[in-house]
């Protein structure tokens, strides 16, 4: 399974941007997306899930009324849409998968991708 993480630019504060994952084969009939990022000098932190078997969808704090995330199953594909960015928001940004678990943590996650760079300015 690979994970493929696009999108990620140099925006304004306040620009939005749309982070795509495409997912190269779905194993399970049901799984968790997570999007992550990591910050320089922070550790890696959740941002959003997706339970694609109960449609439910988490979004961290940090992101709460500004993101929100999606899929287009014919793609393969889940997206991060990110509208009134801040300067804090400048990360690299990754997608993960897993079978369940708790969203926010990163144990459950099998795969990742390589990440896609988001700066704010």
């Known amino acids: 399974v690979q994970l493929v993480e696009s999108g990620g630019e140099s925006v304004q504060a306040g620009g939005s941007l749309r982070l795509s994952c495409e997912i190269s084969?779905?194993?399970?009939?049901?799984?968790?997306m997570g999007w992550f990022r990591q910050a320089p000098g922070k550790e890696r932190a959740a941002v959003a899930a997706?339970?694609?078997?109960?449609?439910?969808?988490y979004v961290a704090d940090s992101g709460k009324g500004r993101f929100t995330i999606s899929e287009d199953k014919t793609k393969h594909t889940y997206y991060l849409q990110m509208f009134n960015l801040k300067p804090e928001d400048t990360a690299m940004y990754y997608c993960?998968?897993?079978?369940?678990?708790?969203?926010?943590?990163?144990?459950?996650?099998?795969?990742w991708g390589r990440g896609t760079q988001v700066t704010v300015s």
């Open positions: 997706h339970y694609t078997g109960t449609a439910t969808k």
């Open positions: 993960a998968a897993s079978r369940g678990g708790v969203w926010f943590e990163e144990t459950p996650y099998m795969y």
């Open positions: 084969l779905y194993i399970y009939s049901s799984y968790c």
